[in-house]
């Protein structure tokens, strides 16, 4: 197998070129995204490689991220496997139901709801379906035991089907082809351009030989933190040798052991899919949940086929007020919540704090007093006096960004 270049290698007389290579890069489309709201941090396990790396011709690392920059694909088909391994505690489902911002058992919302649904992707096994036919048609289905949650979005209209419950979700986006809500992140080809994003003067980037994956030749990206203090260890992106489309992408952590997020295809095609794929008529009797996008919409409910009532409030809002702290890698995001005293405790939280308490660890410093939770990614500070420190760092990042602020 032919050597590859790298980044790190090439010399100060291509540092203009790479520059401009990363500014493609943060231009970086996904079109096989699929409309509706994020799902926080998902990933997908190990795609089914076939055996023998392929022997490709010699390609450096800024040639291969201009290839995906410029990656153009617009129809695809396909099956992804899910697996998620954040290390986060067993919570009994309450961390699906905090992620979706409903408490369990409150029966609010539907659970056609993307944002709710698509939470469950945050940790176990999954297998998606995707579909995509241009900026104005994509389809999600999540595969499940017995069941199928399906997203749709055909031209201006976004279906959430949830097969198990025979409930609708409905919106309608505001221009064909574009949504201001956020989107899910489900195929390599979601999380590559997200990646593809973080690559600057802090980072590694190089070529790391060839593999094949559902069936495809493809180049091995391999994108590593240059600062310590990060928790990720090294991103790996498997680009298709013909189409820079991103086919598998597996994120490890620095503390070692398995994958954080391995996403991959097992199987993929690049022929247009059938338009009946993105046809979608809310079956006789569902209940259909309309969202009229705005924060005095009202849910209502019916039962299918006549007028869709009003819609809920929008999501997917995020944290307003957030700042960062640091540059590359070691960024931390901070926001004050306004409210003082930490973790909810005595009356107002009964045992909630004590518990939430249990999962973390205390820690101080100049800042004061706080509790650190840790995933195997992503940890968080919240001190005592309410403020907020997040980030893919360590607990040492985190005390040392609260106490300097920087």
Do not use: C
């Not at 489309?29 to 799902?39: H, I, K």
């Not at 697996?83 to 029966?107: H, I, M």
């Not at 338009?275 to 019916?302: C, L, N, W, Y």
């Not at 944290?319 to 702290?325: E, N, Y």
């Amino acid at each position: 197998m032919a050597p590859y270049e790298s980044d790190d290698a090439a010399g100060a007389a291509r540092d203009e070129d790479a520059r401009s290579g990363r500014r493609k890069a943060a231009r970086y489309a996904v079109p096989v995204a699929v409309v509706g709201v994020a799902a926080a941090t998902i990933g997908l396990v190990p795609a089914l490689a076939d055996s023998g790396d392929p022997d490709l011709p010699r390609i450096s690392a800024q040639q291969l991220i201009e290839k995906m920059a410029k990656s153009d694909t617009q129809q695809l088909s396909g099956t992804v496997k899910i697996n998620t391994d954040l290390g986060l505690p067993d919570l009994g489902g309450l961390e699906n139901s905090l992620a979706s911002g409903a408490a369990p058992g409150s029966g609010d919302g539907s659970s056609a709801d993307p944002q709710s649904k698509l939470t469950e992707l945050v940790s176990g096994s999954h297998t998606l379906r995707v579909a995509a036919d241009g900026p104005d048609r994509q389809k999600l289905s999540l595969l499940e035991r017995g069941a199928e949650y399906s997203l749709i979005h055909d031209g201006k209209d976004v279906w959430g089907y949830d097969s198990k419950s025979n409930e609708v979700y409905h919106s309608t986006a505001a221009d064909s082809g574009q949504d201001h809500r956020a989107k899910p992140p489900a195929t390599p080809e979601d999380f590559a351009g997200e990646a593809l994003k973080s690559v600057d003067d802090t980072t590694s980037v190089t070529v790391d030989g060839t593999m094949r994956v559902a069936g495809r030749d493809a180049y091995k990206l391999l994108i590593k933190p240059k600062q310590s203090g990060s928790t990720v260890g090294a991103i790996s992106i498997a680009v298709d040798a013909k189409t820079g489309t991103s086919l598998k992408f597996t994120l490890t952590p620095r503390s070692g052991g398995a994958a954080v997020l391995d996403a991959g295809f097992t199987q993929v095609s690049f022929a247009e899919p059938a338009a009946s794929t993105f046809d979608f008529i809310p079956p006789k009797g569902a209940k259909v949940t309309e969202d009229q996008d705005g924060p005095k919409g009202r849910e209502h409910a019916h039962r299918g086929g006549d007028d869709f009532g009003k819609g809920v409030e929008d999501f997917g809002k995020g944290l307003d007020g957030a700042t960062v702290i640091g540059k590359g890698w070691t960024s931390v995001a901070t926001f004050d919540t306004g409210a003082g005293g930490g973790l909810p405790t005595g009356s107002q939280g009964g045992d909630l704090g004590g518990f939430l308490g249990s999962l973390g660890e205390q820690v101080s410093g100049k800042f004061g007093k706080g509790t650190v939770f840790s995933t195997r990614l992503v940890n968080a500070l919240i001190t005592d006096d309410g403020k907020v420190y997040a980030g893919a760092v360590t607990k040492e990042a985190l005390v040392k960004a609260a106490d300097t602020g920087k």
